[in-house]
């Protein structure tokens, strides 16, 4: 059974930074795009990062894709030996402050419906 358990999320001062973390089980995800995306009280899940196995032992350069509101501040990166993705989320600010989701698919994407699997989520709050 495939699963994506995400931790690191918590209450952040806006400036601050925090690293989420995404470990799968269940199947090898070496051939597989890892992303993250978010969703806002009252707002649709929205892309925030996503990052494509490079063939090497850490997911590493490569293919990335960041949404533009992330762009400079976060960066997604990923160790394959440990079936482990991470989110490195710097000079936060109080919009980013939303449920943060990890996923798995086939193929790099932006759109949710390119994810097969999908962890249950953790919080992230941004005080102003």
């Known amino acids: 059974q495939v699963q994506l358990v995400e931790s690191g999320g918590g209450l952040v001062q806006a400036g601050g930074s925090l690293r989420l973390s995404c470990a799968a089980s269940?199947?090898?995800?070496?051939?597989?795009?890892m992303a993250w995306f978010r969703q806002a009280p009252g707002k649709e899940r929205e892309f925030v990062a996503a990052?494509?196995?490079?063939?090497?032992?850490?997911?590493?350069?490569?293919?990335?894709r960041y949404a533009d509101s992330v762009k400079g501040r976060f960066t997604i990166s990923g160790e394959i030996a440990k079936n482990t993705v991470y989110l490195q989320m710097n000079s936060l600010k109080p919009e980013d402050t939303a449920v943060y989701y990890c996923?798995?698919?086939?193929?790099?994407?932006?759109?949710?419906?390119?994810?097969?699997?999908w962890g249950q989520g953790t919080q992230v709050t941004v005080s102003s």
């Open positions: 990052i494509n196995w490079s063939g090497g032992i850490n997911w590493s350069g490569g293919n990335r």
């Open positions: 996923a798995a698919g086939p193929r790099i994407a932006t759109i949710r419906t390119s994810y097969n699997y």
């Open positions: 269940g199947r090898t995800f070496s051939n597989y795009a």
